[in-house]
């Protein structure tokens, strides 16, 4: 490790090291493990809402077909397939997610697993299992689930990641059908192995999608994967139902209620940002023109109040809704549509309110290691601002350079030198948000040295020692303790000595192997015999020269 010619014994010993520094590194961390937990649950979440929103669909699509079959009647029968499709697959992955959780915990049945992981719980007044993926015991483990999933060895290629990417292709195909959009559209999600989409891996070889996403993935990312895919099928399904219910023409309806809707951008802003939304009927002429008046801080817009609205123009029942973000915290508010009713035709007044969270924009910058960066080596930090995607935020640092981390996870500073009396390095960051450039803020960090190692020889710097095992050492060696970072010294020379006859012998030694004549004095050593390792120079990876402590050692 520092720069010297290694015995057998030694070479040996090092492999065995690598080997170990292998298996950790394939450990996945508990940060990691903790951040796909999140991501799974805001997926469930996601999903959970979209299908809501789904039903509400249906609900209103069959309303409407009930009204007029002979009008909707071949729309909804559209739909019905659609419907059918989406269920399967989405059925389908569900049971997948816990076959993986069977295959990974192949030590348990399927009703211990269902016993011991999953809880019971109501999804749109549908009782249904969850998966308490945050107790599963493997879930960093992968031998298992890759080759349920790809088949690394005896069938490579015939894995389930398969079945699930013909199914997949299968309701894309439904879906482009439905909405008449090419083979090519990026308009629906379900991408597996479209043409002119590439996969690669870390090594820039190419993948197919199966091998991409499954292969040596680990069960909490398999997990987080089929319930992004899930959302993608709901998506898709969603904006199916959508084209559908939209081809119908308005003078087939028949109405038999209008209500006033707010549909808005996003209900977290940052602060200095606008809250944006749609406001609308639910059924309207298109010709109609409506008035619509909208007040700040209000429940309800009343009699009372109603002086204070602010009013807004719209057209076919429609208006868009704007208020600038300056203020911190809960923000509510609440309106009416004032339109011509189409059943009637007289003016009626359509309620709508809504709310939205003004937060301030925030920075998180945090070292995976440590607190502090150090000079001359690679610091992995995590870098994220709450309410904005990763993709968006735009870091700099004024010391060294800030890169992002291999596979293109998290961000690494680099600092090689900083000017004299500088102990600071600063990250700041801004967001692309909406064509407008956001600060963010900055966050601070102290500059350190790396820490200075420990000159050993066979694991001590003094105490007695065996002669043997000092000759078999042959060499000082720079150890780090208590160090996260897998930094090396090299030592550049020592000087020896010793007392023999009762003259005090030094020699003076370039690198930190011992020479021949400092052996055959070892070798020629009598018990209790003392030896000076001293004046021991070593150089680090920030480029410095240190100087290591002394090592004394005396023969057993």
């Excluded at 397939?81 to 990974?104: G, H, P």
């Excluded at 998966?131 to 349920?148: G, P, Q, R």
């Excluded at 090419?182 to 090594?203: A, C, H, Q, W």
């Amino acid at each position: 490790m520092a720069g010297y010619k290694e015995t057998p014994r030694q070479k040996m010993i090092a492999m065995m090291y690598l080997v170990l520094y292998a298996l950790l590194a394939l450990n996945v961390s508990k940060e990691v493990l903790n951040a796909f937990i999140v991501v799974n649950e805001s997926m469930e979440s996601t999903n959970a809402s979209t299908a809501a929103k789904i039903n509400d669909a249906y609900k209103k699509f069959q309303l409407q077909n009930r009204l007029n079959p002979e009008k909707v009647g071949p729309y909804w029968e559209k739909a019905q397939v659609v419907r059918e499709k989406a269920n399967q697959l989405v059925k389908y992955i569900e049971d997948q997610e816990l076959k993986l959780v069977e295959v990974s915990e192949s030590r348990l049945t399927k009703q211990e697993i269902l016993d011991k992981y999953y809880r019971d719980t109501i999804i749109n007044g549908t009782k249904t299992k969850y998966l308490m993926l945050s107790e599963v015991e493997t879930k960093d483990k992968y031998n298992a689930t890759t080759h349920y999933m790809v088949r690394t060895g005896d069938k490579p290629g015939e894995g389930e990641a398969y079945v699930l990417s013909k199914k997949m292709q299968d309701l894309r195909d439904v879906i482009l059908k439905t909405m008449n959009l090419p083979e090519d559209s990026r308009k629906v999600g379900l991408i597996t192995n479209m043409k002119g989409v590439t996969y690669r891996d870390n090594d820039g070889q190419r993948q197919d999608w199966e091998q991409h996403n499954f292969y040596f993935t680990i069960l909490a990312a398999d997990i987080t994967i089929l319930n992004r895919i899930i959302g993608e099928a709901r998506t898709a399904e969603y904006n199916a139902v959508n084209y559908l219910y939209g081809s119908i023409s308005e003078t087939s309806f028949k109405f038999d209620e209008v209500a006033a809707k707010v549909i808005p951008k996003s209900t977290y802003i940052l602060q200095g940002q606008k809250y944006q939304a749609d406001v609308l009927v639910a059924a309207y002429d298109k010709k109609t023109e409506s008035t619509i008046k909208v007040l700040q801080g209000a429940d309800t817009l009343t009699a009372a109040n109603v002086s204070r609205a602010q009013i807004i123009k719209g057209q076919a029942g429609m208006g868009k809704l704007e208020f600038h973000a300056t203020k911190p915290g809960p923000h509510k508010y609440a309106g009416v549509i004032e339109m011509v009713d189409p059943k009637t035709n007289k003016m009626k007044d359509y309620h709508f309110k809504g709310a939205y969270i003004v937060a301030p924009p925030a920075l998180t910058v945090a070292p995976l290691k440590m607190n502090v960066l150090y000079i001359g080596i690679d610091n992995p930090v995590a870098i994220s601002a709450p309410g904005i995607p990763e993709e968006k935020i735009r870091p700099v640092i004024d010391q060294g350079v800030l890169k992002r981390g291999p596979e293109g996870k998290d961000w690494i500073v680099r600092i090689n030198k900083v000017a004299k009396g500088v102990h600071k390095a600063y990250v700041s960051a801004t967001a692309n948000i909406y064509g407008k450039n956001l600060p963010l803020g900055k966050v601070e960090f102290r500059v350190k040295r790396v820490p200075t190692p420990t000159a050993e020889i066979a694991g001590q710097s003094d105490g007695q020692m065996d002669k043997n095992r000092l000759l078999a050492a042959g060499a000082i060696i720079p150890t780090m303790r208590d160090f996260e970072f897998e930094i090396y010294y090299v030592v550049l020379g020592y000087t020896f000595g010793t007392i023999i006859n009762g003259d005090y012998i030094p020699k003076n030694v370039k690198g930190n192997r011992f020479t021949k004549e400092i052996t055959n004095i070892i070798r020629n050593g009598k018990r209790k015999q003392k030896f000076f390792f001293d004046n021991i120079r070593a150089k680090g990876p920030d480029g410095t020269i240190r100087s290591l402590n002394p090592i004394n050692l005396e023969l057993k």
